[in-house]
Every structure is written in structure tokens, then in C-alpha cells.
């Protein structure tokens, strides 16, 4: 099956950019998400990435993809108190049916 | 959360006893799934729905059960329940590659 690994924790000054790493085993993974998960909440979708491309930009966030090292990143711009979260990494090899792998979790802390 | 409703929210329940978890999506989307997370284990999958009465198990399966009679319901059942299932359980929904929308989740304590 498929194994994804992130640092457990990654922590950031106010302001400054954040970058969380995520690695994947499973080549086929078509559609790699990235999940955000607030103290006490459920998992939250924060963006997405096909398998085709290499960069998607969405207002503060950036997803990078080398699909040949089979790594996946997530760069927060302007990172906030709010950013104060867990954030998943999960690969999804296509079709719904069988769920998402999910990697064990990025805390990010925000010192001020 | 998006039209999917978990309970109870929180759980105390004994050694031995059952336990059933409810799911509802008013979504109407076809694939519901059940998740356990646990500290330095992330989120695993339990089992999953790719219809009404369609199951299968997912990575940590054993001691849990599910069922799916009705589209917008999907209960997840423990049978006899151990210490080792206190866990957070969520549910997720999804209907096509982008992504699952998952519940608030259920805190189970067993003692």
C-alpha cells in the first residue's frame, strides 16, 4: 500500500513563509491533497493537485509537485496565527472506492 | 461540515459493551468512509461504502463492523469494545476525485 511520511512538527515566525514536505510511494497517485485539521475539528480540504501538474497557486498557498522524486509541498505565504494547525498529506491513486492514505500529520507552530 | 453529521460527539463507554456510530450526509454522495485517528498514527482507514450495502474493510478493520442501508447513513459498530478502540472516529463523504468532506468526529472512550 501506499506510505506517506511529513515531518511531525514545523515551526514558523509570524509573517514569514511556511513550506510543509510530504513524501509518497504509490507512483499512480493521481490526486494529491492537502488537508487542514484545527484544534478539536475534523479534516478540513485546502487544496489539490493533479498528478499532471507541476505547481498550483491559490491566494496565499502553493502546492508544488516533483512527481518523479514523489514529493509534494505546501508553502503558506504570510503565515498567520490562524495557519496554527495540523496539515495532511494525502496521495489518492484515483476512483473514490478505496479512501485516502493519509500521512501522520504536520503541526505547524506559529511563534510570535 | 457540508451535510455530514456524526454522533454521538462524545462517548464513555465500558469494556465489553457495544458501541454504534452514526453517520448522515445529506449530500447524497456515494462513497462514505470511516476513520480512526490516533496520536503518531495519523488518520487510517476502518472501512468504507461505495453504495447502499456495499462495504469493504479498510487498513484497521478488525473488531469493527459497518453498515449501509440507506444512502445517507453509515454506521460504524463496535461489538465488544476495548480499551484499544478509544480513539477519534470520523466519518468522511466523497462523490468523485476531489476529496472527502469529513465530520466533526466522535471522541470514544472505552474504560
Known amino acids: 500500500g501506499e506510505d506517506v511520511e511529513q515531518s511531525l512538527f514545523l515551526s514558523v515566525r509570524e509573517g514569514d513563509s511556511s513550506v510543509i514536505n510530504c513524501t509518497y510511494t504509490?507512483?499512480?497517485?493521481?490526486?494529491l491533497y492537502w488537508y487542514k485539521q484545527e484544534p478539536g475539528a475534523g479534516l478540513q480540504l485546502l487544496t489539490y493537485i493533479f498528478s499532471n501538474m507541476d505547481m498550483k497557486q491559490d491566494q496565499r498557498l502553493t502546492v508544488l509537485l516533483n512527481k518523479k522524486d514523489k514529493h509534494l509541498s505546501l508553502r503558506i505565504a504570510d503565515t498567520q496565527t490562524g495557519d496554527s494547525a495540523i496539515y495532511f498529506c494525502?496521495?489518492?491513486?484515483?476512483?473514490?472506492?478505496?479512501?485516502?492514505?493519509f500521512g501522520k500529520g504536520t503541526h505547524l507552530i506559529i511563534q510570535p | 461540515d457540508a451535510g455530514i453529521t456524526q454522533s454521538p460527539r462524545h462517548k464513555v463507554t465500558e469494556t465489553g459493551t457495544p458501541v454504534t456510530l452514526r453517520c448522515h450526509q445529506t449530500?447524497?454522495?456515494?462513497?462514505m468512509y470511516w476513520y480512526r485517528q490516533d496520536p503518531g498514527h495519523g488518520l487510517r482507514l476502518i472501512h468504507y461504502s461505495y453504495g447502499v450495502k456495499d462495504t469493504d474493510k479498510g487498513e484497521v478493520s478488525d473488531g469493527y463492523s459497518v453498515s449501509r442501508s440507506k444512502t445517507e447513513d453509515f454506521l460504524l459498530t463496535l461489538e465488544s469494545a476495548t480499551s484499544s478502540q478509544t480513539s477519534v472516529y470520523f466519518c468522511?463523504?466523497?462523490?468523485?476525485?476531489?476529496?472527502?468532506?469529513f465530520g466533526s468526529g466522535t471522541r470514544l472512550t472505552v474504560v
Open positions: 504509490d507512483s499512480s497517485s493521481t490526486y
Open positions: 449530500e447524497n454522495h456515494r462513497y
Open positions: 494525502a496521495p489518492h491513486s484515483g476512483g473514490g472506492a478505496d479512501g485516502l492514505t
Open positions: 468522511a463523504i466523497s462523490e468523485s476525485d476531489r476529496g472527502c468532506t
